[in-house]
């Protein structure tokens, strides 16, 4: 969140907006000097990871040179020395008043002018190795929701891609009639430019003019003095404006209110300052002060904050920043551009070979590696914030990442990037007929929406399986650990387009920050091919409830233990406290300990309970425990109980028939683990459970897809269709059938009916 100037350098979008007076001389010639300057300080946050839009003005002013040269040239000299000045610039309109003919004059001046604007701006970013692209709006554009959309969609398309978007209202088609938006009056660039700094969710908007900030009087007056902070719950009143220059529409009031409504619609930051110092841009983004910063009003009431910047303001890049104000209509608008990136760079993904992908993965692996300082510096952020916020120890363990996760997720991505190509395994091959071949293979799924919770090294593990499996994926994670998601995610997209050259864009992997996009992507049933959600049931249930698209639940880690009569001590032990206190607050620790009714005398069950309060571990249990003098009261009153942290509830059962029957009536269906040395019973108890993952002798944790060797999972499917358990690549694959027919004429179903068939259906198994 910009709070003062030195966050500007964290801009990451950023828009210019150039006026008339900067773009060009009083007498209307393009000013090379000054749009060579916006050029290079453009090209240069580009190549340091920035994305730069450029609103820009000067077509009308070009074009009257334009036109006023080819009347001379038209007219005879006796014509020019007889006519008026007006009649060489315009036409006779008959029959339209004077004003109405100068408009449309404009809009031919316009027309005249803005290849040549446009021309020059191409030419000066080919130089620098830098693409632009032009886009000319109209009122219209911005009153139909599906021309918003679409707006959003191309620049955001051209900024994925590097391209510097151009911007200037289309002012030989609009007649400069401006705007009319969110019942605001929009009648020049600057505004334009504010309301597409909105559109676009940028954080900073630079507003270049004639004069070096906003002052509270007219410059021109000795006793003005230029405001260093202007606040959005101040207005244009609170200055005096002076007279606007001649050249363009806005005058500085035009520019005050611009600023205003941007910083009121989300807009971070809008700095109004000098064009023509070629310096301007630079100082801005690198966070000196230049011009006037308008920012969204002071959360801490503190006005001796607003009065010098001199001031040490205290660093809140520790509180948690507040969610871009957006309307219903922009929440849909971006949910739905997100998911239509998502599908169409899938697309992209998929054409690369697999050596592609694998190297991308490779890459994404180094990546994590090389930033590990600045991802722990980051994390601990959102650890502070969740200690101030008195989160639960299990939470800020899940929060937390440390070297060895990032080892882990480094080993983790490498061991994905080796396996097996899975698209277009061949499944399975049929001879359907002589000459005709029927092919099942493997293809990927689609689009991914998965929502997680606290876990910050959940998001380059499921990307990771997203990219490898050729998937588009969306990613909504808890926002608790917003600023860690924040960065891995610009690790790993950035690295996407690096490695592939372009060919697949950031926008292969989403991530979504507002959860009030939530609803609206569970209705994209059109984009998003199934809903991963990893948390309570609660969620999932809600999840399932409020979309119709397919979703693979992720809910409760309710796992149990039975140690079995014939268990051995030092195994059970061992499996037993490894089950509880790896990692406590994973879905795979255990939560309920069965214990056979002869632990009791055979001190199996005083050995167990012993070492796991050794190891920490709060002791809760059932009415028999209690009763059997192993635990102490109170009962607990729910089985179905996640912890998440050092606690587990014991109970004892008589047999291995009602330890099954109570993981069904209170298991989740993850993870369930029997010990004990009779093989018969062990058996019994692996096919009998319906769970996803059943263990013998083995400890609950090992329910992973890394210990798996799925090289990471994107959650543990307790549903019982498609997938179950650890969900790694093959869990996001589906299948194509495909048909291939080497007979001269190709084959019709018509061929293979009547009494003198051309085809006979063999449905031989060749695969």
């Not at 339209?96 to 604007?117: D, I």
């Amino acid at each position: 969140m910009i709070r003062s100037r030195e966050d500007l350098q964290n801009a990451k979008r950023i828009i210019i907006k150039a006026g008339t007076g900067v773009v060009s001389t009083p007498d209307g010639f393009p000013c090379l000097s000054r749009m060579s300057t916006i050029v290079e300080h453009a090209a240069e946050l580009v190549r340091n990871g920035k994305e730069v839009i450029i609103v820009t003005s000067g077509a009308v002013g070009v074009g009257k040179k334009i036109l006023k040269k080819q009347a001379l040239l038209k007219h005879t000299v006796l014509d020019v020395l007889s006519a008026k000045e007006s009649n060489v610039e315009i036409e006779e309109m008959e029959g339209v008043s004077e004003g109405t003919q100068r408009v449309s004059y404009n809009s031919a001046c316009a027309a005249a002018g803005q290849l040549g604007l446009m021309s020059l701006y191409s030419l000066m970013f080919n130089q620098l190795e830098v693409q632009s692209s032009q886009l000319l709006v109209t009122a219209f554009d911005f009153t139909s929701p599906e021309r918003r959309k679409n707006i959003q969609f191309v620049i955001s398309q051209l900024l994925a891609h590097g391209i510097v978007p151009l911007i200037n209202e289309n002012d030989a088609v609009s007649a400069r009639q401006g705007y009319a938006i969110h019942d605001n009056s929009f009648a020049d660039n600057d505004s334009l430019a504010s309301l597409v700094s909105v559109e676009m969710n940028a954080q900073l908007l630079i507003l270049l003019t004639d004069v070096d900030g906003v002052y509270d009087k007219p410059p021109s007056d000795p006793d003005s003095v230029k405001i260093d902070i202007f606040r959005s719950n101040q207005s244009s009143n609170d200055v005096e404006i002076g007279e606007k220059s001649t050249q363009g529409r806005g005058g500085m009031g035009a520019k005050i209110d611009a600023a205003l409504n941007a910083v009121k619609g989300g807009v971070q930051a809008v700095v109004i300052a000098s064009g023509y110092d070629s310096s301007s841009i630079g100082k801005v983004v690198s966070g000196e002060n230049q011009g006037t910063i308008f920012l969204q009003e002071d959360e801490t009431n503190d006005d001796s904050l607003l009065l010098d910047e001199s001031n040490e303001i205290p660093s809140k890049l520790s509180t948690p920043s507040k969610e871009v104000p957006m309307t219903d209509v922009d929440v849909v608008a971006i949910a739905e551009l997100m998911a239509e990136q998502a599908r169409s760079e899938s697309r992209n993904l998929q054409l690369l070979s697999s050596d592609e992908r694998r190297n991308i993965l490779s890459a994404v692996a180094d990546a994590i590696k090389s930033n590990e300082k600045e991802i722990l510096k980051v994390n601990a952020i959102d650890v502070a914030n969740a200690e101030k916020a008195n989160l639960t120890g299990p939470i800020l363990k899940r929060l937390s990442l440390t070297s060895e996760k990032i080892d882990t997720l480094y080993k983790g991505i490498k061991s994905i990037a080796n396996q097996d190509e899975p698209i277009g395994k061949l499944l399975d091959r049929t001879e359907i007929a002589d000459k005709l071949i029927l092919d099942k293979t493997s293809c990927p799924i689609g689009v991914l929406l998965v929502i997680f919770e606290s876990r910050p090294d959940c998001l380059p593990q499921i990307a990771a399986l997203a990219l490898r499996s050729g998937n588009g994926l969306l990613l909504k994670g808890g926002k608790e650990a917003e600023h860690s998601n924040i960065l891995l995610h610009k690790i790993i997209v950035d690295t996407v387009e690096k490695v592939s050259n372009g060919k697949v864009s950031k926008g292969v992997i989403g991530l979504i920050t507002s959860r009030a996009s939530i609803p609206t992507l569970l209705k994209l049933d059109q984009y998003i091919d199934l809903v991963i959600p990893r948390g309570s049931g609660e969620m999932v249930q809600n999840i399932k409830e409020n979309t119709k698209i397919p979703v693979m639940g992720h809910a409760e880690g309710v796992c149990h233990v039975y140690v079995d009569s014939d268990a051995d001590l030092n195994k059970a032990l061992r499996i037993v406290i490894d089950s509880k206190t790896d990692y406590p607050s994973g879905c795979n620790a255990v939560e309920t300990l069965l214990l056979h009714s002869s632990t009791v005398e055979s001190n199996v069950a005083d050995n167990l309970i012993r070492a796991l309060r050794i190891a920490g571990v709060t002791i809760h249990a059932g009415e028999k425990a209690i009763s059997a003098g192993i635990c102490d009261p109170p009962a607990v009153e729910n089985f179905k109980y996640e912890y998440g942290d050092l606690a587990i509830t014991i109970e004892l059962v008589d047999d291995v028939n009602e330890a099954i029957n109570h993981i069904h009536k209170y298991g989740s269906g993850h993870t369930e683990s029997i010990i004990t040395e009779n093989n018969n019973t062990a058996e019994l108890f692996l096919k009998t459970v319906d769970a996803a993952c059943v263990f013998h002798n083995a400890s609950t944790r090992f329910a992973d897809g890394f210990r798996f060797g799925l090289g990471a999972e994107v959650g543990i499917s307790t549903g019982r269709i498609h997938a179950r358990g650890p969900v790694g690549i093959e869990g996001l694959m589906t299948t194509k059938w495909q048909i291939r027919s080497t007979n001269e004429n190709g084959h019709v179903v018509s061929g293979f009916v009547g009494e003198t068939p051309e085809f006979k259906y063999t449905h031989k198994k060749l695969i």
